[in-house]
């Protein structure tokens, strides 16, 4: 085990994590495994039509199940509070993932959405119920397929964080004029996330009382969302979240499982347990949008870019979705002369899309760095040269400053390590046996952002330090790597360390997403931590204890502990907070073009015959910032990486274009990478902190999945001669 | 039904389980062990993996009456008090945890690999350990993980 010794920083540490023994004996307890006296089980009805009304609901023989204590529908739940409109403005209104008000609402919107509750004493009986419950409808017309609505897509309007559009130039009457070109077009299906916890809630009312055990991504947001929806004050809604198992975005949002069970819990009076089904959660939970894109390059024969032309199209819904930023990466990735992306979209009968891993960038990332590597081999360059000769030294789009960014460092760490300059350059020229070998690359890409949490710190006289903040541990580590921070922040072993997270009733923090968890935390962590130390140094002085340690100091100042905050969960404080949060997210905007980058490189073997392939190598080389911890922070970079071999060869939802039910809805139709898909995996990362970041963190949340697709692609491409533009790239595509 | 099963060395019981009730069921529902994980309920993600009779099951498959008068050891069982066993241990030292939602069914199922083949090659633990999905670590320290068991037992 690792451990600290005096005087060596903790920070770049490998330290083992904190809850690894709870994990690995069954002690940890998931949202789903909460006893609570008089604990019901709930069973979701899902709707079977993918527009319409209800005109009548037959509960007789559900009700009539043993054990089932009652049937909820639109006729006779309690009422809720509608959704809101998203608005930055308020937070709550950011985390509710559909605009339709379940069991409040004889509409229906998606194949899929809730539209009756069985709660009873066993999962079993409400399971049983539910499937008993007959309902009829009023079919409308929907509007389900999104191959066939792309050419009805409109333009995004876009934010100042995310613009719909880009330009710089004219890259069309570029293109036109170039000497070299690529225009084609890629297209990527419906993914989801499938983290292993399937979403569950336990509820428990104690008069306008709520505690709340959800998987969730979001404490902070979910607390407020629920406040706003049930009616109840903010302070009497608590949300516990300390163990949730994977979310990648799945659980960034309130879903309809969340709100259902709290409302069963208030019509039952009883606690109510609601775990999704993993049917459940692909038709009750938002999905990464399916996306059509094109990309246009232009070059000169000696491969400097003059156009890139990057669009796309994806879906959101009538009842709630997000534009995707698909086309960022054309914005920071290449120094062309002339530069236009334009995002579109589609508006269906679909349960909303919503964010996954990298949202945007991992399938921008496949269709640029494909279109790339098909310029590369149309000038008769080296892929990885081609890059190095468009790499810019400002941000392409507008010009603002990189923050830091050592690409051409992460690819050439890559290349040594991966061992490219064995690649020939000819496709379908190398053999093995049965097996045709070829070799990718690409580049990853993610942005870098820093929010605001508050956290209060505490240094006891008898050396310990507690760190109290609300934020969210899905498995990232954060908890392991905060209390680093902080041990170092304060001179104290990891061990006298004790980090409180996962609960609502802790100083708020802001959600698990975007990458920026970590940094954020970590902002906040260090200013306290700062704070305590300038306290105690005063103390020293006070008590002429200069230079000893804070047990000799507070012991000697007759002091038990010192308290620093950071923000403050008050009305105000939040308010003041969030303007501060916002002001900040806007000035590095504008100041910097900030991101965590670097390069993949594959190697596979595809099966001459069959089409079959195997990824057989990976080596990826990142400048992900300051690395605060190898052991978690390279461990999420290899989860991202095998979540885009899953995007590459197999994860697609295959969607009845009649009415848009979803016709693989479990993870035997819906395949996810398993041991036996799954190469040795080489990271190496540049560990060069960031200047503007704290402790010079970029993220690695995300990063590890933007350009795997494109890179396998790529290596197919080599191996075999077949350019595949279409996910995933099944043995089908390659025979015939 | 009444169920009497050996659940880690000790004898239970279990009163009105129904018939088409699964072992998982009982285990993390009527005696308290939810240590083993509901992720799919078809047996395609092995989070619910428990020895049966020393045989390694996906306990969502198991109709709880097949367990009668047999023995369970379930990833609560594999610990001797506040000693982990060497597996868990190893999957603690190698970074083979994230979320931890997938690592109890690998944890058992590791344990069985080790109990078979004490030495195996990395396809044989890729193989052995396919039937348990994983969505965060990548499995690259997992392998590591069981590598390093079975080296130092």
């Known amino acids: 085990m690792t451990r600290t010794v005096d005087g060596e920083h903790l920070v770049g540490q490998p330290i083992d994590r904190i809850d690894g023994p709870a994990k690995t004996t069954g002690g940890a307890r998931f949202s789903a495994e909460h006893a609570y006296p008089g604990l019901t089980h709930a069973a979701l009805v899902p709707a079977t039509v993918s527009r319409g009304r209800i005109t009548a609901i037959d509960t007789a023989a559900a009700a009539a199940v043993p054990g089932v204590i009652t049937v909820l529908t639109h006729g006779n739940a309690p009422k809720l509070n509608p959704p809101k409109r998203p608005t930055p403005a308020n937070l709550s209104t950011l985390v509710s993932g559909t605009q339709v008000n379940y069991l409040n609402t004889d509409e229906v919107h998606w194949d899929g959405q809730p539209v009756a509750v069985v709660v009873a004493e066993t999962s079993h009986a409400a399971r049983e119920a539910a499937a008993l419950v007959h309902v009829s409808y009023e079919r409308l017309p929907a509007v389900v397929d999104f191959a066939a609505e792309e050419p009805n897509a409109v333009a995004q309007k876009g934010n100042p964080v995310m613009p719909g559009s880009a330009k710089k130039g004219d890259a069309d009457a570029a293109l036109a004029v170039a000497p070299v070109t690529v225009d084609a077009r890629y297209t990527t299906p419906q993914h989801h996330h499938n983290a292993l916890e399937p979403h569950a809630t336990t509820a428990v009312w104690q008069g306008d009382e709520l505690t709340v055990h959800d998987s969730t991504q979001s404490i902070t947001w979910l607390r407020k969302h629920l406040a706003l929806r049930f009616g109840v004050p903010e302070a009497k809604v608590r949300v516990l979240a300390p163990f949730v198992g994977g979310g990648f975005g799945g659980k960034g949002f309130a879903w309809p499982g969340t709100i259902i069970a709290v409302l069963a819990a208030r019509a039952t009076g009883r606690p109510v347990r609601l775990l999704l089904t993993r049917e459940d959660v692909h038709r009750a939970v938002g999905a990464r949008t399916p996306s059509a894109q094109r990309v246009a390059l232009g070059a000169d024969t000696g491969g400097r870019l003059t156009a890139l032309v990057h669009t796309s199209v994806t879906r959101t819904s009538r009842v709630g979705g997000q534009p995707e930023q698909v086309t960022a990466p054309a914005q920071h990735l290449y120094d062309a002369t002339n530069i236009r992306t334009a995002q579109s979209q589609t508006t269906l009968d679909w349960m909303p899309n919503t964010s996954m891993r990298a949202p945007g960038d991992a399938i921008g990332s496949f269709a640029l760095e494909s279109a790339i590597d098909e310029l590369a081999g149309e000038l008769g360059i080296d892929p990885v040269e081609l890059r190095m000769r468009n790499e810019p030294e400002r941000n392409p789009i507008d010009g603002k400053r990189f923050s830091h960014r050592m690409l051409r460092e992460a690819y050439a760490l890559g290349a040594r390590r991966f061992g490219w300059e064995n690649r020939s350059p000819e496709p379908r020229s190398t053999r093995d046996g049965r097996w045709l070998v070829g070799m990718g690359v690409a580049t990853a890409y993610h942005p870098a952002m820093q929010f605001t949490a508050n956290v209060t710190v505490r240094l006891a006289a008898d050396g310990t330090v507690t760190v109290r903040c609300g934020f969210q541990e899905m498995g990232m580590g954060n908890a392991t790597v905060q209390a680093q921070i902080a041990a170092d922040a304060l001179g104290v072993p990891f061990e006298a360390v004790r980090v409180e997270y996962g609960d609502s009733a802790l100083p708020a923090s802001v959600m698990a997403g975007g990458s920026m968890q970590t940094s954020t935390v970590a902002g906040s962590v260090l200013a306290a931590c700062g704070k305590l130390t300038r306290r105690l140094s005063t103390l020293a002085r006070r008590t002429g204890m200069q230079g000893r340690t804070p047990t000799e100091i507070l012991t000697a100042a007759r002091v038990p502990f010192i308290d620093a905050a950071v923000g403050s969960d008050t009305r105000l404080g939040a308010l003041a907070g969030q303007a501060r949060m916002l002001a900040k997210v806007v000035r590095d905007q504008r100041t910097w073009a900030k991101a965590a980058c670097g390069a993949h490189f594959c190697e596979v073997r595809v099966d001459a015959d069959t089409g079959e392939v195997r990824v057989s190598r990976w080596t990826a080389a990142f400048d992900v910032g300051r690395v605060i911890n190898r052991k978690t922070a390279f461990s999420q970079l290899r989860g991202g990486i095998v979540m885009g071999i899953g995007m590459a060869l197999f994860e697609e939802a295959l969607v009845d274009r009649r009415t848009g039910r979803i016709m693989n809805p479990s993870l035997s139709g819906y395949h996810v990478p398993v041991h036996a898909d799954v190469p040795p995996i080489d990271i190496a990362c540049l560990d060069e902190p960031d200047p503007t970041m704290p402790l010079g963190i970029l993220g690695v949340g995300e990063v590890g999945i933007t350009g795997v697709a494109a890179a396998i692609a790529n290596a197919i491409h080599h191996a075999t001669g077949s350019r595949i533009r279409d996910l995933p790239i099944t043995p089908d595509k390659l025979v015939t | ?153």
């Open chain 2, 1 to 153: 039904m009444r169920l009497n099963v050996t659940v880690n060395g000790e004898p239970k019981q279990a009163d009105d389980v129904w018939e088409g009730e699964s072992l998982l069921y009982v285990l993390r529902e009527r005696l308290g062990l939810p240590g083993s994980k509901n992720a799919c309920e078809q047996g395609e993600c092995g989070s619910c993996t428990v020895y049966l009779d020393g045989v390694p099951v996906c306990s969502c498959l198991v109709a709880a009456g097949q367990a009668e008068g047999h023995d369970v050891r379930t990833v609560e069982g594999l610990a001797d008090g506040d000693t982990l066993d060497p597996v868990q241990q190893s999957f603690v030292d190698a970074g083979a945890v994230q979320c931890g939602f997938c690592t109890p069914g690998l944890v058992v199922a590791a344990h069985d690999l080790l109990h078979r083949v004490p030495d195996p090659s990395d396809e044989e633990i890729r193989e052995a350990l396919a039937g348990n999905l994983c969505r965060c670590t990548g499995y690259e320290k997992i392998l590591d993980a069981v590598r390093n068991a079975a080296a130092t037992s």
